[in-house]
């Protein structure tokens, strides 16, 4: 039994340690040898910008083979614990458990994958794991079964959790209703919600308890409406002197803390004068334009999340700043018509700061067309993807076959932030003027 034991034990430590490894890879380094890490990939990045320009004719080689300065990465002031957003599957764990919530390891080509409790990943706030495990103990009494095949049947599937520097938490639970009808479903929600409201959950002191019936992957809103079973509809955020509506899917920087940091920095290479109007595209709940309305003279927001939309008008309206619009729909079908309206406006400024998959093509074009725009700020968490397509498109020479007849534009700063400490990833923001 002994043995038997040491050796259970030795294979959880291997396992906690690939899940650590696998989320926070860069943990085990002191906090100034993380920051050289990503300083060192950034400048790979900006290297291979800087040759991808060449291949196009653009003389982009500045000192150091890099397409533009490159400054030191801005740190963190949360260094654990910062994530503000938490997503957590369901699945088997090392011991069997089928209902295990945590974090995956293990590939799907491999067939080794399970699921951990992310107990110990370092970047991850302790409320978050709090939850995850009252979710488990919830999933675990109950008589039906977790969702790890959609074709295999069960029915819990993974969980959100947010909280923010006010003391809010909101809980996201996705369900797989397969062939439950009404009634089960409305006796699934009580007893989630009794759990969390006078059970073991209670603990978590839930702001908000949200259920959603998907039979996908992923579902917005309007797919699969968000119902509240608890609480309030929303969460707030204080970010830069302003206060924050969160809905269960609007985006929201993940680390708050860094995020302040980042914006200021916006603001700053904005160069804004009171005739400036600022486009900000991909918006969210309108952070970026919102805490940049006092200096500028119009704020229009674009983004394709029609509740983080509802989100940002409230939030203008509460924090008293009028100068701010904002539009729902996607950027490649909203853009182009409100630049055009504003097209004799001087001058315009441009923010994107779009998901991974950068901007469509049709975005970039619009951007590159209006003559007005002389400045655009493109934050980016993974330069070296999608975005470097966006980067070439923007800066390449004009080609009327793909309709870029606008001047190209050129980078001409580059400042990394370090808004995911322990990880290989930070948010660059890079500078264009034309």
Not at 14 to 40: D, F, G, I
Not at 166 to 177: D, E, L, S
Not at 237 to 245: A, I, P, Q, T, V
Request: charged fraction near 20%; glycine fraction near 6%.
């Amino acid at each position: 039994r002994n043995r038997e034991s040491s050796s259970t034990g030795h294979c959880l430590a291997v396992v906690l340690s690939r899940l650590a490894n696998a989320v926070t890879p860069l943990w085990r380094l002191p906090y100034q040898e993380q920051l050289q890490v990503k300083y060192e990939s950034q400048r790979k990045i900006l290297q291979t910008l800087a040759s991808r320009l060449e291949e196009l004719g653009i003389d982009a080689q500045k000192p150091g083979g890099l397409c533009c300065p490159l400054q030191p990465v801005v740190p963190s002031p949360i260094i654990n614990g910062y994530r503000n957003k938490s997503t957590f599957s369901v699945n088997r764990g090392p011991d069997g458990n089928p209902k295990t919530v945590g974090l995956y390891v293990g590939t799907g080509r491999e067939r080794n994958i399970v699921c951990v409790k992310a107990n110990h990943v370092e970047n991850i706030p302790s409320k978050h794991k709090q939850v995850a495990q009252c979710y488990e103990e919830f999933i675990c009494r109950s008589p039906l079964d977790s969702c790890i095949l959609f074709h295999e049947g069960g029915h819990w599937r993974e969980l959100v959790v947010r909280s923010t520097s006010c003391g809010h938490t909101m809980a996201i639970v996705t369900f797989h209703p397969q062939q439950l009808g009404q009634e089960a479903l409305s006796t699934q929600k009580a007893l989630l919600k009794e759990f969390f409201t006078c059970g073991p959950g209670a603990v978590c002191d839930l702001t908000s308890l949200y259920f959603q019936e998907s039979t996908m992957t992923r579902c917005s809103h309007e797919q699969s409406p968000y119902q509240l079973l608890h609480g309030a509809p929303h969460i707030f955020e204080e970010l830069l002197g302003l206060k924050f509506r969160i809905s269960p899917d609007a985006f929201f920087q993940v680390n708050t803390a860094g995020a302040e940091v980042l914006y200021q920095a916006v603001g700053e290479l904005c160069q804004a004068t009171g005739d400036t109007v600022l486009f900000d595209i991909c918006c969210g709940t309108g952070t970026i334009g919102l805490s940049l309305a006092h200096r500028v003279s119009k704020v229009i927001g674009v983004e394709v999340v029609e509740k983080a939309i509802e989100d940002a008008e409230w939030n203008a309206a509460f924090n008293g700043i009028s100068n701010c619009e904002f539009h729902s729909g996607k950027a490649e079908a909203v853009l182009p018509q409100l630049l055009a309206s504003w097209e004799d406006a001087q001058p315009l400024v441009a923010v994107v700061n779009p998901s991974r998959a950068g901007l469509h093509y049709r975005v970039v074009r619009a951007i590159r067309n209006c003559r007005a725009i002389r400045r655009l700020l493109y934050i980016s968490c993974k330069p070296e993807g999608e975005a470097m397509r966006n980067f070439l498109e923007l800066c390449c020479p004009p080609d009327p076959r793909k309709k870029l007849t606008g001047e190209p534009f050129a980078p001409v700063l580059a400042i990394p932030f370090d808004m995911f400490p322990h990880t290989i990833h930070c948010e660059l923001l890079l500078l264009f003027t034309r």
